[in-house]
């Protein structure tokens, strides 16, 4: 059994490396994406959003749960590795070739000839990551992210310039896919030469069994997930114009940058942990708690904040002509608040080897969503329409997903409202304060959003303080040996 102070210290390090990676990579991106957004038009972004659920699905598909599989097994052989490469290698060959005859289909649904070759480029990517999978989940059962930091920055930097002297070349869109595929070729590469494995000439039957009999509810899941996820790029590119997805994408990609990233930097060093006490209850129960909190603490203010000061902040990074984002951007930052405390309800699941509930789980809650986002295109209710149904699916799945949670570890629905709820109440008052004062400044934009975010701050944290907030006091005592580790 590893002693606490070693649990302890493991998690610390890999905060605080995944949150250096969080800044720098995301930082990175956001930029690029800003300089991007002002150099081309929304139309050549909804040209692009109208291909990701394809290769969004196909990248599921051919990691095929065997990630989580792997990092969750305890002693993972070469074999194994070996097994899940050349598995992984094939799939993505052979959908690779599906999705290059499947592109005149594709481009005929959508209306947009531009397509067929978008496509069929674009898709190699999903085999150039596949040959990645293997070091990025040896480096996260190692819970090592200084190196995955490292080389998603590098990879970030080199495709920007890329991507940014195309877009000054004119290449329009051409140079969101090609920023895209070196991001994939340089992260591909970097990951296999700093890693230094290199498979085995084997390829173990019983391998397979054991790892795709835990992982192939995890990869139905997946795909589940991930097609819901960007159903609304397939329905507003079918439904509406190039240029109104182009608004919708930006907004979504924009508002995720908080929600979803620093979710996945969360989840990504607490499931390698967590899976290490899996059989501990109490000190697990307790874990799993601890770390709900503390993504409440400093998710919901964050989304409910940029909601507040959606205008000023589009106006700014974006310019006038993405205005008619922001609608789509507050309304998606209030449906990501409960993104973070989703995620690790079916985290828990995974944690504890119950791949069936999880499997159970996403098939209950995208009924439920098929069922809202079908009354919202009936009643014809817009972009508007679709984005409420997400944030009302939201809250069902909180419920769901902590009724099936708390079998495995005994935290339920009531227990995680009665912890969740000051923090929540009090980021709406922040965010109302915020507007508010928004609204009746009369200063240029930047200005306006500086004192925006400095009032919400001191707000919220003069509120949690007075209320007694546990988790204020967990992030002060956390930032000390975080700076610690990122100084030297």
């Known amino acids: 059994m590893e002693p606490q102070p070693s649990l302890k210290k493991k998690t610390i390090g890999g905060l605080a490396w995944s949150f250096g990676d969080l800044v720098g990579n995301q930082g990175i991106q956001f930029l690029i994406q800003i300089i991007l957004a002002r150099m081309l038009l929304p139309e050549h972004f909804g040209l692009i959003g109208m291909i990701l659920v394809f290769i969004a699905l196909c990248n599921s598909l051919v990691d095929s749960g065997f990630t989580q599989a792997l990092i969750r097994e305890r002693n993972a052989s070469q074999a194994d590795y070996s097994t899940v490469f050349y598995f992984n ?233 993405w205005l008619p984002m922001v609608p789509y951007f507050q309304l998606l930052s209030i449906a990501g608040m409960l993104y973070p405390i989703l995620a690790l309800d079916l985290s828990i699941l995974q944690v504890k080897g119950r791949s069936d509930l999880y499997l159970q789980l996403e098939i209950i809650n995208k009924i439920s969503l098929t069922i809202l986002l079908a009354l919202a295109v009936w009643l014809e209710l817009g972009v508007i329409g679709l984005i409420a149904a997400a944030i009302l699916n939201t809250y069902l799945e909180f419920f769901v997903n902590s009724h099936f949670s708390k079998r495995e570890v005994a935290y339920p629905a009531t227990e995680k409202v009665k912890d969740l709820l000051p923090v929540y109440l009090m980021s709406f008052v922040m965010g109302t304060v915020v507007w508010a004062l928004g609204a009746l400044l009369e200063t240029g934009i930047l200005i306006q959003l500086l004192l925006q975010v400095a009032a919400g701050i001191m707000l919220y944290i003069a509120a949690c303080w007075i209320a007694k907030v546990a988790e204020l006091k967990t992030v002060y005592g956390l930032l000390l040996p975080i700076l610690k580790k990122i100084k030297p």
Do not use: C
């Open 89 to 321: 290698l094939l799939i993505s060959v052979m959908i690779y070739g599906i999705l290059y005859a499947a592109a005149p289909v594709i481009s005929s649904f959508f209306g947009e000839p531009q397509l067929v070759s978008l496509v069929r480029v674009l898709s190699i990517g999903i085999v150039i990551n596949s040959l990645a999978i293997i070091p990025k989940a040896m480096f996260a059962k190692e819970v090592n992210f200084k190196a995955q930091a490292a080389i998603n920055l590098s990879a970030s930097i080199i495709s920007g310039v890329i991507a940014i002297g195309l877009a000054i070349a004119g290449y329009g869109v051409w140079s969101l896919v090609l920023r895209q595929l070196s991001l994939n070729a340089i992260q591909s590469l970097l990951f296999v030469f700093t890693k230094k494995w290199i498979p085995s000439l084997v390829f173990s039957v019983a391998s397979f069994k054991r790892l795709f009999g835990f992982g192939w509810k995890l990869l139905v899941s997946g795909l589940i997930d991930t097609f819901y996820t960007n159903v609304y790029f397939l329905i507003i590119g079918r439904q509406y114009s190039a240029a109104q997805l182009g608004f919708y994408t930006n907004a979504s990609r924009f508002s995720e940058i908080v929600s979803q990233n620093l979710a996945a930097t969360i989840l990504r060093v607490t499931y390698p942990v967590l899976s290490s006490i899996q059989n501990e209850h109490e000190r697990l129960k307790q874990s799993y708690k601890n770390i709900t909190k503390l993504a409440a603490f400093l998710i919901f203010p964050m989304m409910v904040g940029m909601a507040a000061v959606g205008e000023p902040l589009v106006l700014l990074v974006f310019g006038e002509k």
